[in-house]
């Protein structure tokens, strides 16, 4: 009961000294909430997403009884997307503390950062009290709630790990996916100049990591947690990438994978027969020896955990296969990504040794082929 009252004074401590910024930033938040939605999925309309904006910051500093419709309606109107909800969740919330620090610095004003930490931490997992149980049935990738490893204090942050870690002459390790294929190495950092920091870098992650458009660093004995950060600058020349915007994720998908998944060459025609032979086609989206995604405009009643037969064929132009090209696995739904007029099946596939052989055959060209394609963009950065 302590604990609740200090809560609801400490909002109310910082509404009445914050009213002039939480005025004036409902429309910037709205703007760059809606930006982070449409550069996320395309398909997203960019009102909407404001609507979805405002609707958050206006309950943000509400009470649980205050918000129960809002915590529902994120998640229906996000087409129940955890990893598109965490992200954006996150991202706007360092956005909305960012600029309330330069206010108080332009209105020389003494900032309460600590209240406007707790007030975030509070409607954040007042959140995830209803979302959380749905996002772990989905993809989700990235961590909705400030973990205690991330202290908002001038000793105890992101950059200051990085300087420390530079003063021990300790590596980090990048890791992004290029077509399917996971690509990692070592990187040490070079210089830090304010919230950029510049990494000494292989020339092969270096061309994935921009082609990825982001960069993830995989946590050590420095980081309980996962890193992702934007690309401010790369040099190719020198092999040097500058990074900025660091934030903790929960985890990462791509080190939870048993085997390696490729994004096929093919426009492969799926079918997912269920229900005494009924049938949903769709195109091959991705491929390993335990699971597939397949990308289709129908449904047909498939639902998650439904038991499908998958049929389809490898007929990829660049990867040469011997014999019959035909797949027929048992397969399992796992999770369904619904689009506004698509969905994305993703599958736990169960192969006997003849079609192991097959897939296992095409994936291993397949990674081949890939690389060397990787090497030839970078080709491109290095002339």
């Known amino acids: 009961m302590e604990r609740e009252s200090a809560s609801k004074q400490d909002k109310e401590n910082f509404l009445v000294n914050s009213s002039l910024f939480l005025k004036e930033f409902e429309k910037p938040f709205a703007d760059y909430f809606a930006s982070l939605c449409v550069s996320y999925d395309s398909a997203i309309d960019k009102e909407e997403a404001k609507s979805i904006a405002l609707s958050i910051y206006q309950c943000l500093f509400k009470c649980e009884s205050d918000i129960g419709d809002l915590k529902e309606d994120i998640f229906i109107r996000m087409r129940q997307d955890g990893v598109m909800i965490g992200f954006l969740i996150n991202r706007s919330m360092f956005f909305l503390m960012e600029e309330y620090l330069v206010f108080a610095r332009k209105h020389d004003l003494s900032p309460q950062l600590e209240l406007l930490i707790e007030c975030i931490s509070r409607f954040i997992n007042l959140l995830e009290s209803d979302i959380t149980p749905k996002v772990s049935q989905s993809t989700a990738a990235f961590d909705v709630s400030f973990s205690d490893d991330v202290l908002f204090t001038p000793n105890n942050n992101i950059i200051d790990v990085f300087a420390k870690m530079q003063e021990n002459h300790q590596n980090i390790i990048f890791l992004n996916l290029y077509k399917g294929v996971p690509i990692s190495s070592e990187a040490s950092v070079v210089e830090i100049d304010g919230e950029n920091v510049t990494f000494k870098i292989d020339q092969l992650q270096e061309i ?4 990825d458009g982001q960069a993830f660093i995989v946590k050590n004995e420095y980081f309980s947690k996962h890193l992702k950060a934007d690309i401010v600058y790369s040099n190719f020349q020198n092999g040097t990438v500058v990074l900025t915007n660091f934030i903790y994720l929960l985890n990462m998908p791509a080190l939870q994978r ?9 426009i492969a025609k799926v079918f997912l027969h269920q229900f005494g032979n009924l049938q949903t086609s769709g195109r091959l989206y991705d491929l390993s020896m335990n699971g597939l995604g397949v990308v289709s405009n129908e449904n047909n009643g498939v ?16 990867v040469p296969s011997h014999g019959d090209k035909k797949i027929e696995v048992q397969g399992e739904v796992i999770n369904i990504i619904e689009y506004n007029d698509s969905f994305r099946y993703c599958m736990r596939i169960f192969p006997n040794r003849a079609m192991s052989e097959k897939i296992l055959h095409y994936i291993t060209l397949r990674e081949k082929e890939i690389l060397e394609d990787l090497h030839t963009e970078l080709k491109e950065y290095i002339v």
Request: hydrophobic fraction near 50%; glycine fraction near 4%; aromatic fraction near 10%.
């Open 208 to 211: 994935a990591m921009k082609l």
């Open 258 to 266: 048993e085997f390696i998944r490729v994004h096929p060459d093919i």
């Open 303 to 318: 639902f998650v955990g439904a038991k499908v037969l998958i049929e389809f064929e490898l007929n990829s132009p660049s």
